[in-house]
């Protein structure tokens, strides 16, 4: 079974920067994309960004600038290096990733969500 570990999430305050980490492990043959999620209480699970297996990356409109995305492919990891941190940014972040298993085909996976909370 594929399952995908998060790590990083805490408590910090405005203008403060936290590291999110995500690793994928199980009987894996490729990751395609994957990217993170994120629900504050009462909304939607909101895209905030995605990379490619290539690198190509997209973000969120309200965290271009202060997110930067990454990954580490030999690793089966993705992190989110979080800047300038806002209240606003507060929520339940989810990673995620397209994943094609060694023999039985391709399936989409969700870490278990880690708490970001910035105070003001």
């Known amino acids: 079974q594929v399952q995908l570990v998060e790590s990083g999430g805490g408590l910090v305050q405005a203008g403060g920067s936290l590291k999110l980490s995500c690793a994928a492990s199980?009987?894996?043959?490729?990751?395609?994309?994957m990217g993170w999620y994120r629900q504050a209480p009462g909304s939607q699970r909101e895209l905030v960004a995605a990379?490619?297996?290539?690198?190509?990356?997209n973000y969120a409109d309200s965290v271009k600038g202060r997110f930067t995305i990454s990954r580490d492919n030999a690793q089966n990891t993705v992190y989110l290096q979080m800047n300038s941190l806002r209240p606003a940014d507060t929520a339940v972040y989810y990673c995620n990733a397209d994943i094609i298993r060694m023999f039985n085909g391709r399936d989409n996976y969700w870490g278990q969500g880690t708490q970001v909370t910035v105070s003001s």
């Open positions: 199980g009987s894996i043959f490729r990751i395609n994309t």
């Open positions: 990379i490619t297996s290539g690198g190509t990356t």
